[in-house]
């Protein structure tokens, strides 16, 4: 049964001068509850786009989105969202940064520090709740930024290419992490990056977008048992496997569609 619905979804932006362009074109997608589910394709094919219309922060030209069969028009308390860069406030120390979202929904952050203390424990940083971001490493920085998406214990965390900035070895780690996580909290995740390893690694389906406007190309389903490492383990030729078929969807060539946009 869907739990997120992306229903007939197009986004049209003007792009000054009084041209048009088409971002995204009737998209379909429907997203189980508790289900992971990666966006990967080409720069400019509509990802971002999509994230941020599910996010409630801009509006769909044409179609709707639901949760829980609740339609979104704005942002909502039950989503939360991560980005590329942390963003978190240097004047403020890991724990307050983590407690930040709360202020803007109006809720008193002293309730939620148990909650916040458990978050950073979860995520290895329990010794450093008083420290400041510049005190921090990137890895370390995304992780505040990770608790600080699910202080609110959203039911859905929409994720735009938070790890592309970190080392190989740091975005491997902080995957396993998310993946307990999200197991443990059940929380539903559409995570959007670039790298077909990481997609591979965290999915339990990955959706291919076509170049320019963003359409659904093919879904893949990635039938493998959780935690999954990119470490040789039982589950290696499954991954390999679907990391070629993702491969050769992404270098196939596009057949050009009458009055599409460039």
């Known amino acids: 049964m869907s739990f997120l619905k992306v229903d007939d979804v197009s986004k049209v932006s003007t792009a000054g001068k009084g041209s048009d362009v088409s971002a995204l074109h009737r998209l379909d997608l429907d997203v189980r509850e508790g289900e992971f589910v990666t966006l990967v394709g080409r720069s400019g094919c509509g990802k971002s786009t999509l994230l941020r219309i599910i996010a409630g922060l801009i509006p769909a030209t044409a179609g709707s989105v639901t949760i829980d069969g609740s339609p979104v028009l704005r942002p909502r308390r039950d989503v939360g969202l991560m980005l590329q860069q942390p963003a978190l406030l240097p004047w403020r120390a890991t724990l307050d940064n983590v407690l ?124 493998a048992q959780r935690p999954r490492t990119l470490a040789m383990s039982e589950h290696s030729d499954t991954l390999a496997h679907a990391s070629a078929e993702l491969r050769e969807l992404l270098f196939e060539k596009e057949q050009p569609r009458v009055g599409a946009a460039a």
């Open 100 to 223: 930040l979202p709360l202020e803007s929904m109006g809720k008193n952050g002293a309730d939620y520090r148990d909650r916040a203390h458990q978050l950073l424990e979860t995520t290895g940083l329990s010794g450093f709740a008083s420290r400041f971001p510049r005190e921090l490493s990137g890895g370390m920085q995304q992780r505040a930024s990770l608790c600080r998406s699910l202080i609110h214990d959203p039911d859905v965390l929409l994720m735009d290419e938070p790890f592309a900035a970190l080392d190989a070895l740091t975005r491997e780690e902080l995957s396993i992490e998310l993946q307990r996580i999200c197991a443990e909290q059940n929380k539903t995740v559409i995570f959007v990056t670039h790298s077909i390893e990481e997609a591979v690694l965290l999915a339990d389906r990955v959706v291919v977008m076509s170049p320019r406007p963003g359409r659904i190309k093919q879904i893949v389903t990635i039938d």
